[in-house]
């Protein structure tokens, strides 16, 4: 049985978003599936993702993140900020 661990909950969405793993680095194309309060799901292909990582999105401000979870090209990450 599946137990849900959020701490807020989830709107689903499908925006695109831009994924950084470094100052100075470029950001690589995204797509965010569902975002909450405390942090997103993420669909990226060919990517190997750090664990922490930078999430800029159409709307808002860039926010930091540590991945939580992966599976294949998708993968959720907490905000750290």
């Not at 950001?27 to 750090?50: F, L, M, Q, Y």
Request: net charge positive; aromatic share 10%.
């Amino acid at each position: 049985m599946f137990v849900n661990r959020r701490q807020s909950e989830r709107r689903v969405c499908r925006s695109f978003a831009k994924i950084q793993f470094g100052t100075g680095t470029l950001p690589r194309d995204c797509t965010i599936t569902d975002v909450s309060s405390g942090g997103v799901k993420v669909i990226a292909e060919h990517i190997d993702v750090p664990s922490e990582f930078t999430i800029i999105m159409s709307e808002g401000r860039p926010r930091q993140c540590r991945l939580a979870w992966r599976i294949g090209y998708e993968f959720g990450a907490q905000f750290l900020d």
